[in-house]
């Protein structure tokens, strides 16, 4: 999944987080710890994200890091990792899913 990695995309993601924000940024900056200037300086390439900001910013905006990072293809990565836990968990529950998936 590495290899599908695109800084552009993920400024690209984080950009239509905070365009969809009402209040600009201002909340997510304050969750982040971060000014709002860092947070856009992020999507034109002025700033460059931190592993803590990246996590702020998924925990204030109720996304995931892989999201972030990767889009669809990491929320796709996420979601088989939350069913195999499952899975884990509940092993009962296999010969549902697998039914389900036919």
Do not use: C
């Not at 884990?88 to 389900?100: M, Q």
Request: negative net charge; without cysteine; charged residues 30%.
């Amino acid at each position: 999944m590495i290899e599908n990695y695109d800084l552009e995309e993920m400024r690209a993601r984080i950009k239509q987080l905070l365009d969809n924000d009402r209040d600009s940024g201002r909340k997510a900056s304050l969750s982040v710890g971060r000014s709002e200037e860092y947070l856009r300086g992020l999507t034109t390439g002025t700033s460059d994200p931190t592993t803590r900001s990246l996590i702020g910013i998924a925990k204030h905006y109720n996304v995931s890091v892989l999201w972030l990072l990767f889009g669809d293809e990491g929320q796709i990565a996420e979601d088989q990792h939350r069913v195999l836990e499952a899975l884990r968990r509940h092993p009962e529950k296999k010969e549902a899913v697998l039914t389900l998936l036919q």
